[in-house]
């Protein structure tokens, strides 16, 4: 599902220091995978490199089949329909209801409205948000706003969901909500990608923790703990 190996990544044409420094992994279909590693360790270069907002310097790069190495740039929407993202910021569009922000990620893919009507609904439901289609992000909790975010990067049915940091601006009950619905997305069997800080979120959910430090895979544990 998502292959790296010996990737390395740097910025600028005279720097020695590697934001990735020849690291190779490998995440199997349907699994949750938590990355951590403080800032600047390259969890976020990393999540760039995935989905090609940037190319690595050295090494290569399998995701879903294709080979980033071939892969052309009028492509890379393709390869992005089996990528959602979730940030910790939500980037939701604030002059549009619930059901419109989960929509306009099939309008860009060029669904019909019949197919919006009868795919978004589904979503709504999966995400709990049931009854607040018509309200608009600022009307929501973070929490609530974070499900809508987490809604429109799955209803397109992707492979791979990236969240980073998703939690970093949610009190503690509303993290655990979006930690489990993380976790009912994983069973219906997407590929889970989660980076975060949450020291008590990675040790209580015993999955697979990846630690990066400096560029440099220094840990992969299967059912791994953090401290920071």
Not at 28 to 51: D, N, R
Not at 68 to 90: A, S
Not at 155 to 178: F, M, Y
Not at 191 to 208: M, S, W
């Amino acid at each position: 599902m998502i292959l790296l190996d010996r990737v390395t990544k740097t910025y600028g044409k005279n720097s020695n220091k590697s934001a990735l420094n020849r690291i190779s992994l490998h995440v199997e279909p349907k699994e949750f995978v938590i990355i951590v590693g403080t800032s600047g360790a390259g969890k976020s270069t990393l999540l760039k490199l995935l989905t090609r907002e940037e190319k690595p310097t050295s090494g290569k790069i399998v995701v879903g089949g294709i080979d980033y190495d071939t892969l052309k740039d009028r492509h890379i929407p393709l390869l992005r329909r089996k990528i959602g993202v979730v940030f910790q910021d939500f980037k939701l569009l604030p002059q549009r209801t619930v059901f419109e922000n989960i929509a306009f990620a099939l309008e860009i893919a060029g669904m019909t409205g019949h197919e919006i009507k009868n795919t978004v609904p589904k979503v709504i439901e999966l995400v709990g948000l049931s009854g607040k289609e018509k309200q608009f992000p600022h009307q929501l909790s973070g929490g609530e706003r974070q499900r809508v975010a987490i809604a429109r990067a799955i209803v397109r049915q992707p492979k791979i969901l990236i969240a980073d940091e998703p939690t970093g601006n949610l009190d503690p009950k509303h993290s655990w909500d979006i930690v489990r619905l993380l976790e009912k997305i994983n069973k219906y069997g997407t590929t889970v990608l989660l980076t975060t800080h949450n020291v008590e979120i990675v040790n209580k959910l015993k999955r697979r923790v990846i630690t990066l430090d400096h560029g440099k895979i220094v840990s992969d544990q299967a059912q791994g703990s953090y401290r920071q």
